[in-house]
């Protein structure tokens, strides 16, 4: 069934005697545990009008600004079809709206969404792929293509991404978390989408509502999964709401902009002033961004119902929400879990950036920190950015006794920590940071890097074009590590895509990053399985993941110097076993006294024989 989201086909379902611009959300299913949808009519002066449906109607709110109506409707037991709502001058009807609940699909309330099964490809649409030409460029959207620009819209779309699912699943991900897709109207840098001005509408540069289900549906037909980028803190300032509001507090006011302080510690601070806590979660993360105000319940109201929509609309297998810990503690936590109570099974991952694993740790569900101060996100994930920091010095920092490959020891050893440390997204980079391959300009210590994130615990997730060697510096701007992924767009003069279009050294990195997330996908002992780690000697640190049936030895040696384990010491998690076979190099490794390994190597050792 094709839901494609017009205004000329919302008019259709009016006599507009009574302008009304706008119905959100445009429809609703049956069958729903938010079954109380509060539907947003906007138009002019419409709130003198009375408000009747062939639905429940639980309440009709009206606001300071005259152009909205806020009316609650019931559609428990209500079978799926076509409903009304009208508006009345007095007893004269002077708009007619034809509301649809439609039919839900079969077992959507247990979806199964993304987990630690998976592996993550991270991608900027704007910069992946062209598939469209012909919608790079809309008369009504102000920032034009401009393929030259570093910051500038290049082109890429949703088609683009459907184009190269063949390669994104040859690689090895299970899933693609896309970064926002819905309208940006912004006159610049929109090629983002993290400044929304339509959020029940996909950017007509990207493509439309229907392309979005197409990219679901055929994720779905290869087993693949799709994860929205989902943003509860600011839209644009170019909003259609921003820029009629319904209510001064619609967003956090100083009055007006306000910048953000960024220093989230001060959301969980006890001793923090009420000051700086306001400065930090109510400030703005830039004037282009108004804060909205999540403890305002039409608010609150809004967004729930725009992200059940588009998990039931769109068919999704999870949200990432972008600036989680910048939102109204208490609002945030009622959002996460309406949708949750929605979805029990349905993953969401937030992003927590901080340093320490204590104050990430109190932003997931059911956290043993934020318990202390009896606080509940119900955010089943966390991204695990002190792991992200340990990896990018521990590889190239000067070893000494806290640093090196002890960094990574010690952000394992913070674990205990986590309610669930299965559900952590692990990354080395992303949308934000410096580019991988930037950092470590070296393919050893890519391996590395890439052997760590296959066997880690947690989701790992990749960005776009590390696999090939793509490299970017954040202190460039960011559209140095937003780069065109090459062969993208028509006349490029290499198609990374393919085995024939890439140069030797895109096909090694390829070609390992393939073999180890491809390796990955069927085992469990990886996904779910526990984690025995050894102090690292000399710069070689081993760990060990284990389950009832399978046992996996992991060695990273990040000494430029060949070395000789002495595997007495590993007894315990050795258990016995005398052979196993190394993922990395296919060859068959006999576990005897010692194991040597050369300079900058890492083994992944499949036990298989006592």
């Not at 002066?45 to 409707?73: A, M």
């Not at 006349?491 to 085995?499: E, V, W």
Request: a negative charge; proline letters at 4%.
């Amino acid at each position: 069934m094709k839901y494609i989201i017009t205004l000329m086909g919302l008019f259709s379902f009016l006599n507009v005697h009574a302008q009304i611009e706008r119905v959100e959300p445009p429809f609703w299913w049956e069958g729903m545990q938010h079954s109380q949808i509060q539907v947003l009519l906007y138009g002019k002066n419409i709130s003198k009008y009375k408000v009747e449906s062939d639905l429940p109607i639980t309440n009709v709110l009206k606001t300071e600004n005259p152009n909205y109506l806020f009316v609650t409707i019931e559609t428990k037991d209500k079978k799926a079809g076509n409903y009304h709502i009208s508006l009345l001058d007095k007893s004269k009807k002077v708009g007619n709206i034809r509301y649809e609940l439609k039919t839900r699909r079969e077992g959507s309330a247990y979806r199964k969404s993304f987990d630690s099964s998976d592996v993550v490809y991270l991608i900027m649409p704007d910069r992946f792929a062209n598939g469209k030409k012909d919608n790079d460029a809309f008369s009504t959207l102000t920032d034009k293509l401009n393929r030259e620009a570093a910051d500038g819209r290049h082109g890429g779309d949703i088609q683009g991404i459907i184009n190269h699912l063949d390669y994104i699943q040859s690689l090895g991900a299970t899933a693609i978390w896309s970064t926002p897709l819905c309208e940006d109207n912004e006159p610049q840098h929109s090629y983002h989408t993290y400044a929304q001005t339509d959020v029940y509408k996909i950017d007509p540069r990207y493509g439309t509502n229907e392309e979005y289900v197409q990219l679901s549906k055929a994720l779905h037909k290869r087993g693949m999964k799709l994860i929205k980028d989902y943003v509860t803190n600011h839209w644009g300032s170019q909003h259609w709401i921003v820029k009629d509001l319904p209510c001064y507090d619609w967003l956090h006011q100083f009055p007006g902009y306000g910048q953000s302080t960024f220093r989230m510690s001060t959301q969980m601070d006890s001793n923090a002033s009420e000051w700086d806590k306001k400065y930090c979660e109510k400030g703005w993360f830039a004037r282009s961004m108004p804060d909205l105000n999540q403890a305002n319940p039409l608010v609150l109201n809004y967004l729930t119902q725009n992200a059940i929509w588009w998990i039931e609309y769109a068919d999704l297998d999870g949200l990432r929400v972008d600036t989680y810990s910048y939102n109204d503690k208490e609002g945030i936590a009622k959002w996460t879990k309406a949708i949750t109570d929605e979805y029990p099974h349905f993953n969401i991952m937030g992003e927590v950036w901080m340093n320490q694993s204590a104050q990430v740790s109190y932003w997931q569900k059911d956290s043993p920190i934020s318990a202390i101060q009896s606080y509940n996100t119900y955010l089943p994930t966390v991204m695990d950015f002190p792991l992200f920091n340990a990896i990018g010095e521990a590889f190239r920092i000067t070893p000494s006794w806290d640093k090196g490959m002890m960094q990574l020891y010690d952000s394992f050893a913070n674990d205990f920590l986590y309610k669930d440390i299965n559900n952590l997204l692990i990354f080395a980079e992303n949308h934000d940071t410096s580019r991988l391959n930037h950092i470590y300009p070296k393919m050893e210590d890519y391996k590395l890097i890439i052997t760590l994130l296959a066997t880690a615990r947690g989701i790992p997730q990749l960005y776009y074009g590390s696999e090939i060697a793509m490299a970017g510096d954040k202190s460039k701007g960011d559209g140095d590590i937003r780069q065109d992924f090459p062969g993208g767009w028509q006349g490029d003069t290499r198609n990374a895509f393919t085995a024939t279009g890439r140069t030797s050294v895109q096909k090694d990195y390829y070609d390992f990053t393939s073999k180890l997330f491809n390796w990955r996908k069927d085992k469990a002992v990886i996904h779910y399985g526990k984690t025995k780690q050894y102090l690292p000697e000399n710069e070689m640190y081993v760990y060990f993941r284990y389950n009832d049936t399978e046992t996996v030895m992991v060695v990273l040696n990040n000494s430029e110097k060949p070395q000789t384990l002495q595997l007495n010491r590993f007894a315990e998690s050795l258990a016995g076993f005398l052979r196993g076979k190394d993922v990395v190099s296919g060859k068959e490794i006999v576990l005897g006294d010692t194991l040597e390994i050369g300079g900058k190597t890492s083994f992944i050792i499949e036990m298989n024989g006592k």
